[in-house]
């Protein structure tokens, strides 16, 4: 059965920093595409980053770029994203996803992304308090 279990959200006071981790098991992160949604209350989910370590390609929305890190660690099956000089507008639930994609890219993890990835997390609430 395949699984995502998130996990490192909470709050934070602006300029903070979070590191979210995402357990999976079921298939081998390194044969998918592994990335981060988000969706603030109102708002559309929005693709924030993605990787894909046998392809070698990664992707960040303009808006954490420079702020954000997404890594994995193979041994542990493990993706996760480290969220530096965190904004009040960085307030989400934050879902980890999986992919059969070969890459990942800016399509993978806008429209399409939003309603055909293959697999998703659970959530963990992110706030970032001004």
């Known amino acids: 059965e395949v699984q995502l279990q998130a996990s490192g959200g909470g709050l934070v006071q602006a300029g903070g920093s979070l590191r979210l981790s995402c357990a999976a098991s079921g298939f081998t992160i390194d044969d998918f595409a592994i990335g981060w949604f988000r969706q603030a209350p109102g708002k559309e989910r929005e693709g924030v980053s993605c990787m894909h370590k046998n392809d070698g390609t990664i992707y960040y929305v303009d808006s954490v770029k420079g702020r954000f890190t997404i890594s994995s660690d193979s041994a542990k099956n493990t993706m996760y994203l480290h969220m530096n000089s965190l904004k009040p507008m960085d307030t989400a639930v934050y879902y980890c996803?999986?992919?059969?994609?070969?890459?990942?890219?800016?399509?993978?993890?806008?429209?399409?992304?939003?309603?055909?990835?293959?697999?998703w997390g659970q959530g963990t609430l992110v706030t970032v308090s001004s």
């Open positions: 996803v999986a992919d059969a994609s070969a890459m990942c890219d800016k399509e993978l993890m806008g429209a399409w992304g939003r309603q055909a990835m293959d697999y």
